[in-house]
């Protein structure tokens, strides 16, 4: 007599341990997914529509943006909610669908690893970010116009 | 009494069970879940790219120079048209959550999520599709 | 007279055909996996998809499985998944499908296939059991009355009272095919049913209960519970309910 698979894992409810973290991220998923739609509908016109759109796109165009504290808080913003809102709906997947514990936590390490990784990152590049670095002459042409001649 | 009988069709079982004929809740999850991580995975990129402004002017401007070929120019459509649908659609899931006429009016919702993108994409194309014309052409 | 005849005039007539029934048959003793298995059946146009199973059952092959008790959905035994979507055999008319196709019928999803249409229901009543459905007060009514409730308290979980535990709804929700933690939403609305009855007294119990990692805030609103609802309850508005019951610490 043959059995066909039980189609995933069995029910067993497995003991709670430590604070329950999954009503506060439902919470967050829903008060960051809010404040994104303005962070990222606001960097997509900027970015992608007004002027020429993803032409205009350079260095210079960055380092402008970037001279302003406004656009420094708005993209760091942008990178914490936008992150931790993604590697948690990764993290929700996952849950959902690897069968293995194991192959789940190795997948979730990933995620937050990765998560993290670029958090640091692109908060490191933000906050020590020069819109006029000292550049070989080739590259002056690259540099913003506000800069002092070199 | 009047006899009709079935046409036999000629479609074969699928081999697996079927597809769940889920209605537009259903089919606006997956919608969600597909485009969240294809965002999640070009932010990823997209801060990495971003990081070169540190390296230098130059690095930077190479790799940004290839976001505006016209294959990229295609790709940022699909990706924009993902971003509006996941954040459209998340605003009413979260309207499903948290307004007391959410769940009633959730299938309305989701034809006005479809409405109001069509609308964005609307006002998102021309440009994007002029800057494709002008990369094809070399200027 | 007169009426008698205009009544007989109003009846429809009762049509007849044969449709093409495709079931996923599971033999234990005989098949390493499931398989499709096709079927001609006469059928009316009064006929349900139940009929047409008893008619294979009878007069063609005496080994197809499903369960039914009452056949006039009231027990909630003979839920499938029929042409993809979750229905009660019973409740489903033929001539309401589409009938130039064939017709198929599997088993519901998620829970561990015993035989043709048969699931093991069991995790299905444990998580069921484990919201405690059953009141639970502290106080005990005047003697020889009983315990009193207004209409207004008696609306707020009248949708929930409804449930027959057919399981047709936590087998139609994507999450639970593939997380066998989940509660599921049968389990949830038969919380909500006490969670806010106004009679009850463990309403923060259950809702820690369903605080909990696989409970409701697995819920993606995808709606396919209430669509496949069979008694019309709104699943999805009483999960809804009971996130916000979380939220607020009660009910």
């Known amino acids: 007599m043959s059995t066909v698979e039980a189609p995933r894992s069995p029910y067993a409810r497995t003991q709670r341990s430590g604070t329950n973290w999954e009503k506060w991220g439902w919470m967050y998923m829903r008060a960051s997914g809010v404040v994104l739609v303005v962070l990222i509908f606001g960097h997509l016109f900027v970015n992608m529509v007004s002027g020429e759109g993803v032409r205009a796109i350079d260095f210079a165009f960055v380092a402008g943006k970037w001279a302003s504290p406004f656009w420094q808080v708005w993209d760091l913003l942008m990178l914490w909610l936008a992150l931790i809102h993604g590697a948690n709906g990764m993290r929700t997947i996952i849950n959902d669908y690897s069968s293995s514990v194991t192959l789940g936590k190795v997948l979730r390490g990933a995620v937050f690893l990765s998560a993290a990784a670029l958090i640091v990152l692109g908060t490191l590049v933000i906050f020590t970010f020069d819109p006029c670095p000292s550049v070989s002459p080739e590259q002056l042409g690259m540099l913003p116009s506000f800069c002092p001649p070199q | ?139 | 007279m007169a009426t008698a005849v205009a009544t007989q005039a109003a009846v429809p007539e009762v049509q007849a055909f044969t449709i093409t029934l495709i079931i996923r048959r599971f033999l234990p003793e005989i098949d390493e996996e499931a398989r499709w298995e096709s079927f001609d059946v006469d059928v009316y146009s009064t006929d349900r998809i139940l009929d047409a199973l008893h008619r294979i059952k009878w007069d063609q092959d005496g080994s197809l499985s499903f369960r039914r008790s009452c056949a006039h959905g009231i027990c909630g035994s003979d839920a499938m998944r029929i042409n993809g979507r979750n229905r009660l055999a019973c409740k489903t008319l033929i001539k309401d499908l589409d009938i130039t196709q064939p017709i198929y019928v599997e088993a519901i999803k998620g829970l561990p296939l015993e035989k043709d249409l048969i699931v093991d229901m069991e995790p299905f009543f444990a998580a069921y059991r484990e919201v405690k459905p059953f009141l639970i007060s502290n106080n005990e009514p005047e003697a020889g009355k009983e315990r009193r409730q207004s209409i207004e308290d008696r609306e707020r979980f009248d949708d929930t009272t409804k449930c027959i535990l057919c399981a047709a709804c936590t087998t139609s929700c994507p999450v639970f095919w593939t997380d066998g933690q989940y509660f599921g939403p049968a389990a949830i609305v038969n919380a909500h049913r006490f969670i806010f009855d106004s009679r009850d007294d463990a309403g923060d119990v259950r809702l820690d209960i369903l605080n909990d990692k696989e409970g409701v805030w697995r819920c993606r609103t995808t709606f396919n519970c209430t669509d496949a609802c069979p008694r019309g309850i709104q699943v999805t508005q009483a999960i809804a309910d009971v996130k916000q019951a979380v939220l607020r610490g009660r009910a």
Request: proline share 4%.
């Open chain 2, 1 to 139: 009494m009047s006899a009709v009988t079935a046409p036999r069709s000629q479609n074969k079982p699928r081999p697996g069970g079927t597809l769940y004929r889920g209605y537009t809740g259903m089919w606006s999850w997956v919608l969600h879940r597909i485009t969240g991580v294809a965002i999640f995975f070009f932010l990823l990129v997209h801060i990495l790219d971003t990081a070169l402004v540190r390296v230098s002017p130059e690095a930077y401007n190479a790799v940004i120079s290839t976001y505006k070929t016209p294959l990229m120019g295609l790709g940022e459509i699909g990706l924009v048209g993902a971003i509006l649908f996941h954040a459209l659609n998340g605003l009413r899931i979260i309207l499903v959550d948290f307004w007391s006429k959410g769940v009633k009016y959730q299938r309305t919702m989701f034809w006005i999520v479809i409405g109001l993108w069509v609308v964005l994409m609307a006002g998102f194309l021309p440009r994007q599709i002029a800057n494709i014309i002008l990369e094809v052409n070399g200027q």
